[in-house]
Every structure is written in C-alpha cells, then in structure tokens.
C-alpha cells in the first residue's frame, strides 16, 4: 500500500480558495487511480475528483465541477486540489486515497476501489 499525507487545509471564508497537497510515497505510474474525497460530519465518504493514473482521464463530482481542479506533479509523488469559489457546504475533511490492486466492476472513481488513504486535512468554509 502507498503512503499519503495530505497538507493545504484550514479556515476560509466563502468565495475563497484553497490549495490541498497529497504527497505519495510511490509513483503514479505505480497506481491505478488517484484522488481526493470528503467526509462530512453525519454524511458518507464521497469522492470528490480522481485522476486514472493509464489516460488521464479525470472525475470530478457535479458539486464540485468547475470549482475545483485536479493535477499532479509527476516529478514530485504530489496531487493537488484547487478549490476556488468555496461554499460553506464544501466544509469536510479531505482525504487523499489512491487505488493500488486494479478495478473492480462499478465506476472506477467509487470510494471502494481506493485501499491507501491519507489521514486527511480539514477544510472549513465559514464567515
């Protein structure tokens, strides 16, 4: 399993932006997929944006799309999150997970097709 610590969380306030860091102890190249979910209090782990590590080929929750940005930095084991535009609802803990044994059949970015996970860093949106 991979090693993910995760970094970049805080207080903010609506309207602002955040940048999440997930630094990996393998290569990409050595996962099936990449990314990053949220859990809120009360509410299930949910993905939020992954990258499958063979295309390229990027998720990105219908809550989240043309808010938040997914990349990687290859030469660094690091995966970002860009979250502008932040609403108190995006208030969680994030977490950083990637997919290490292939896929299962379902949606390759569901939650349990990911087995490493981060500890997670806490976002918090409030005035």
């Known amino acids: 399993q991979a090693q993910l610590v995760e970094s970049g969380g805080g207080l903010v306030q609506p309207g602002g932006s955040l940048r999440l860091s997930c630094a990996a102890s393998g290569m990409f190249w050595d996962y099936y997929a990449i990314g990053w979910f949220r859990q809120a209090p009360g509410k299930e782990r949910e993905a939020v944006s992954c990258?499958?590590?063979?295309?390229?080929?990027?998720y990105y929750s219908d809550s989240v799309k043309g808010r938040f940005t997914i990349s990687r930095d290859d030469a660094k084991n690091t995966l970002y999150l860009q979250m502008n535009s932040l609403k108190p609802e995006d208030t969680a803990a994030y977490y950083c997970a990637c997919a290490t044994r292939g896929f299962y059949s379902g949606n390759w970015y569901a939650r349990r097709q990911y087995d490493s996970w981060g500890q997670g860093t806490q976002v918090t949106v409030s005035s």
């Open positions: 990258i499958r590590t063979s295309d390229g080929i990027t």
